[in-house]
């Protein structure tokens, strides 16, 4: 038996929308305003006698869609205080809902409006774009997700790869796809089994390895073979600091199986490790490295964040940076 929802039930309703076990009572002229499928939809003659369902003398359509998706698109259309562009507070199944239906249904500025509320956090024109973000309005700015998690879990992270798969959004899917292999365990990956799921979760996990090494050459300017610069004023002193680094890398197995490797040496990292002309050398320390080794260790780790940002989506078999640009101008205009 079919429920009706109170408040996306209006009397002087015209059409009554149907989805599992939920029953919506809204105004025809207004979906068909809003929506272009809507729109043809209903513009159609209306069928025989006895074919059409009828509730009390109004006209039902069902929606092959879930119940929850097809609440909060209406709620978006009818509503204009709810779903509000960012950066107003959403719940991550409100911008999922409206973004699959409102692309489904051909309601281009709830699309745009759910993508913009995704761009926020995986839209990035660059690689210094995306470390200049951490730590500025973290986690996931406007999007707020189940619990008090500050960040998503995996059933969310897949959520918001297959919403953006399926409505064309594949801008967004490289740093979607990276945070997956971040934020959900390998372990976890493999045990995704079913349909489209374990699509993605083999993806994630064949890019895992990629992820990986380029994580270990993050490091590669501390590897024994460094060459220090000709102007260096302390090779000793340099050198102690590389192989400090270099051992801590090491000992600590997690950094090098990292699968961030965009994320290495971020904060505050390479002030601390650039040498204060005022400080004194501690014998117990390893201290910083000169001004001209800072500097050409930071370009060999700045040119490697370079390299690998510019291959990310061939980790996932996603086109280029450039194509992938190209298809968000499309949506956007810009």
């Not at 159609?44 to 909060?72: C, F, N, Q, R």
């Not at 260790?297 to 996603?318: A, G, I, M, V």
Request: include cysteine.
């Amino acid at each position: 038996m079919s429920t009706r929802v109170d408040d996306l039930w209006f009397e002087d309703g015209s059409l009554l929308i149907k989805a599992e076990e939920k029953l919506f009572r809204v105004s025809k002229c207004l979906l068909a305003v809003r929506s272009m499928v809507f729109k043809d939809m209903l513009s159609l003659p209306p069928m025989p006698d006895g074919e059409m369902e009828l509730i009390d003398g109004i006209p039902v359509v069902t929606l092959p869609d879930s119940a929850k998706d097809v609440e909060v698109f209406l709620r978006a259309i009818i509503d204009s205080s709810f779903f509000m562009p960012p950066p107003e507070p959403v719940q991550l199944t409100e911008v999922i809902g409206v973004l699959r239906l409102s692309h489904k249904y051909d309601v281009g500025y709830l699309y745009r409006r759910a993508l913009e509320h995704l761009s926020r956090r995986l839209y990035f024109p660059s690689i210094e774009a995306y470390r200049a973000s951490k730590g500025i309005e973290e986690p996931w700015r406007s999007i707020t997700f189940i619990g008090s998690y500050a960040e998503p879990n995996a059933s969310e992270l897949f959520s918001i790869i297959k919403a953006c798969t399926t409505v064309g959004a594949t801008w967004l899917l490289p740093m979607a796809y990276y945070y997956a292999c971040n934020h959900i365990r390998q372990t976890e990956l493999l045990s995704m089994t079913s349909g489209e799921d374990e699509l993605h979760s083999r993806l994630c996990l064949s890019a895992c390895r990629d992820l990986i090494a380029n994580n270990v050459a993050a490091f590669s300017f501390l590897r024994p073979y460094f060459n220090f610069e000709e102007d260096c004023v302390d090779i000793r002193r340099c050198e102690k600091v590389r192989q400090g680094l270099w051992s801590f890398v090491l000992g600590a197995v997690e950094v090098p199986l990292d699968v961030a490797p965009l994320d290495s040496f971020r904060g505050n990292m390479w002030e601390l490790l650039l040498e204060d002309e005022n400080s004194t050398l501690d014998e117990d320390e390893p201290g910083a490295f000169c001004v001209s080794c800072h500097r050409a260790s930071k370009t060999r780790h700045d040119d490697f964040l370079q390299e690998c940002w510019d291959n990310l989506p061939s980790f996932f078999h996603l086109p280029s940076w450039s194509e992938l640009e190209a298809a968000r101008q499309a949506v956007f205009g810009f």
